[in-house]
């Protein structure tokens, strides 16, 4: 058996095709590169959380702060993809709110030792809410455009995937923990599956520069 989960290979993998962009394509988009480098501090994260567990320690308070921000960072690089600016203000505020209230809930209501569901949750809606979105207004807009050479497609992909399957298995994990072995063990294999979706359709985002890329330069 893997001392690493296999998501974490796939976590790996993304971190370095997302180096690509800094030296294959000079025109690529801001959010890419600011998202290479949230790949690369999802892995340090990953890595520490298995190491404490490795000596007996909780990593309920590390994966209770970095997902609170993992959802203020994944509410960012979607209000920067989107065109509307009154949703871009809107987004601004929404992740300002949340931070306030997953801090509040994880420090004083359920507790740093426990993992926050109920914020959890919420940025789970966030993010399917605002992804939605996000498709409503790429298929609105007046000229048609190639989604596989278009990084946002692929990144909202997995967002969207992730956090509708995620909203009820993370809603709950705090209850399922306690009722059987078998519960806690499926989950963690459906947890694997998820972020090996997830972080396959974020390497395509980069990937699909490069194609892009190679496509016009040959033209």
């Known amino acids: 058996m893997p001392f690493f989960?296999?998501?974490?290979?796939?976590i790996a993998a993304g971190c370095l095709v997302s180096l690509s962009i800094f030296y294959k394509s000079k025109n690529s988009p801001f959010y890419l590169k600011i998202f290479s480098a949230f790949l690369f501090l999802t892995l340090l994260e990953e890595v520490l959380a298995l190491y404490l567990n490795s000596i007996g320690k909780t990593n309920i308070p590390l994966y209770n702060f970095f997902t609170a921000f993992e959802f203020c960072f994944y509410l960012w690089i979607i209000n920067l993809v989107i065109n509307s600016s009154r949703v871009k203000t809107i987004i601004k505020i929404t992740i300002v709110l949340y931070a306030i209230l997953a801090t509040v809930n994880i420090l004083f209501i359920q507790k740093i030792k426990t993992f926050h569901t109920v914020t959890y949750s919420l940025g789970c809606l966030l993010i399917v809410i605002f992804c939605i979105y996000y498709f409503l207004e790429l298929f609105r807009l007046p000229k048609s455009t190639s989604l596989t050479t278009n990084p946002a497609f692929w990144i909202c992909s997995g967002l969207l995937f992730f956090y509708c399957c995620g909203f009820p298995l993370y809603g709950l994990i705090n209850y399922w923990?306690?009722?059987?072995k078998l519960v806690v063990t499926n989950f963690d294999r459906i947890f694997t599956i998820l972020n090996i979706f997830l972080y396959t359709l974020f390497t395509i985002a980069f990937?699909?520069?490069?194609a892009r890329k190679y496509t016009l330069s040959s033209s």
């Open 177 to 180: 923990s306690n009722i059987s």
């Open 207 to 210: 990937l699909c520069v490069r």
């Open 5 to 10: 989960p296999l998501y974490l290979y796939f």
